[in-house]
């Protein structure tokens, strides 16, 4: 069973599960995102890779084994009889290399970093992903409401339409007035099919951060956040974010790249053991021992060190960048959290039902000649934007507040 098949199993089950009506709820979108969001899974397998890297990285210089043969002649070749008889020469060696310098531990203090840092990246990138969501199930919500409203200003026109078309008839209304009438019956019918396409890119975008394909039945059923609603985390203060704390450990891998860099002015050394055997000495075999240095002046590793002093000053500099934009951003979004809840609390002390039996009794008073039809139309054109800005409002108030949350949340521990 491949990933969307589960994932659409998943939503079934949801959908037929009989303590819910509707299919999915912010939990279980949570949950399904965290198993099947391929940014998610191409960043564990970034991590996988750097595990792989660091363990290469502790990785000491293996012995190295060489065999070799010397003195065959053209004209006799190698000589007749067994093997130990013949006229070569035969070598055997074996080869170690010391590493000087420490880079062996430079080398493992900038694998582990990097390790750190991509774990690091992996929870940043599951806090970013989870404000996506938020927007996207919220952003669904809102269009399942702007689309029901749709469809009740259209059902309701059709009904006025075709009570005007009576009126029509036995000569109580002017032709004129339900042209008019008409014109507006177009005008919703318009915004009923744009809700109608809204909601189906709405379940397309959810469906995206799910890792699934999109569902007629993709529901969201949870209610919009409380206007009150605080954060659901305690204030973190900047170090403790894992964005700067990732860059953090960026920087002390380039501080051990660079001090790896560095290290190569020590050169290694190599090491080696020979057996020789040589048919016309009378002892056989004989031994020898070797020592190499590579040769080369000052200047030979200066490249590489000037790049990883130019990298580490990059870290630093991202370092830096990241934390005021941090800053920034946390002011920012206290301000639009709170903006966001002011807007909503006004639409909503609006009262809004009693706005829509306002609306019907102006329907009703038009019916009975105390209302004009522009009135009429006023009035409809009125509660259809008031119905479209509060859920817009709450949509807003909605971001804003997991926008909010990801930024002062701080992901404890390591990704397993």
Not at 265 to 279: K, L, N, S, Y
Request: aromatic share 4%.
């Amino acid at each position: 069973m491949n990933t969307t098949t589960r994932c659409a199993a998943l939503i079934a089950a949801l959908l037929i599960a009989p303590a819910t009506v509707s299919a999915l709820t912010l939990a279980e979108a949570e949950r399904v995102m965290a198993q099947h969001n391929p940014d998610l899974l191409a960043a564990a397998i970034e991590l996988r890779g750097t595990q792989g890297d660091a363990q290469s990285a502790a990785r000491r210089p293996s012995p190295e084994l060489s065999v070799g043969t010397s003195k065959i002649s053209r004209q006799e070749g190698i000589g007749p009889g067994r093997w130990k008889d013949k006229r070569v020469d035969s070598t055997l060696g074996l080869g170690w290399t010391w590493e000087r310098g420490g880079k062996r531990g430079w080398r493992m203090r900038q694998a582990d970093a990097l390790v750190e840092a991509a774990q690091l990246s992996l929870l940043d990138g599951r806090r970013q992903q989870q404000v996506a969501l938020r927007e996207a199930y919220f952003g669904l919500k809102a269009a399942q409401e702007l689309s029901r409203i749709a469809e009740e200003d259209r059902r309701a026109s059709a009904e006025s339409l075709a009570a005007a078309d009576r009126q029509v008839a036995t000569g109580a209304m002017a032709p004129i007035e339900r042209a008019r009438l008409a014109v507006d019956d177009l005008k919703v019918a318009d915004a009923a099919r744009e809700a109608a396409l809204d909601l189906r890119e709405a379940r397309h975008v959810l469906a995206l951060l799910l890792g699934c394909d999109a569902d007629e039945a993709l529901h969201a059923d949870d209610e919009w956040p409380h206007p009150a609603s605080a954060a659901t985390a305690a204030m973190a203060t900047l170090d403790e974010r894992v964005d700067l704390r990732a860059a953090e450990a960026r920087v002390i891998a380039a501080d051990a790249a660079r001090a790896l860099a560095r290290s190569e002015r020590r050169r290694d050394v190599q090491f080696g053991i020979e057996a020789e055997r040589e048919p016309a000495d009378i002892g056989g075999v004989t031994w020898g021992l070797s020592m190499s240095v590579p040769l080369g002046g000052a200047t030979r590793w200066r490249g590489e060190q000037q790049r990883a002093e130019a990298d580490y000053d990059a870290a630093v500099l991202e370092r830096q960048e990241l934390r005021r934009e941090a800053a920034a951003e946390l002011d920012q979004l206290r301000h639009a959290l709170a903006a966001a809840a002011q807007r909503r609390t006004a639409y909503e002390q609006l009262q809004g039902p009693a706005a829509r039996k306002s609306m019907e009794g102006l329907e009703l008073a038009y019916r009975r000649g105390a209302a004009t039809l522009t009135d009429l139309l006023d009035a409809r054109r009125s509660w259809r934007e008031f119905e479209s800005d509060l859920v817009d409002a709450r949509l807003a108030h909605a971001s804003a507040l997991a926008r909010w949350n990801a930024a002062i949340s701080v992901s404890e521990g390591h990704t397993p």
